[in-house]
């Protein structure tokens, strides 16, 4: 599996952005997709997943109403519509998933809030 993120950049506090993830050399459709962050000095954390098909989706609760994730399994592409940005959204953006056991991540898009 091969993730390429794009869409990261400078905005200011309010501000929106839209991730875009293409995945390749996999079953795409048949997998659950999600998108984690990175800060320096602190873990991942996930910030949102979806389903396979879509159906289900889930959010860490510091972006619940501000995200949307989505996917659309004939392009093989995930995304991540992010509103309201807020300063501590600032991080390095990661597309995810584990295929057959394994994990992959694609190699990531820096998210910065600034004024």
């Known amino acids: 599996a091969h993730f390429v993120e794009s869409g990261g950049g400078l905005v200011q506090p309010g501000g929106s952005l839209r991730l875009s993830c293409a995945a390749s050399?996999?079953?795409?459709?048949?997998?659950?997709m999600s998108w984690h962050r990175q800060t320096p000095g602190k873990e991942r954390e996930l910030v949102a997943a979806i389903s396979s098909t879509g159906a289900t989706i889930n959010y860490a609760d510091s972006v619940k109403g501000r995200f949307t994730i989505s996917r659309d399994n004939a392009k093989n592409m995930v995304y991540l519509q992010m509103n309201s940005l807020k300063t501590e959204d600032t991080a390095v953006y990661y597309c995810?998933?584990?295929?057959?056991?394994?994990?992959?991540w694609g190699q990531g898009t820096q998210v910065t809030v600034s004024s």
């Open positions: 995810y998933a584990k295929v057959r056991f394994a994990d992959y």
């Open positions: 050399g996999f079953t795409f459709r048949t997998f659950a």
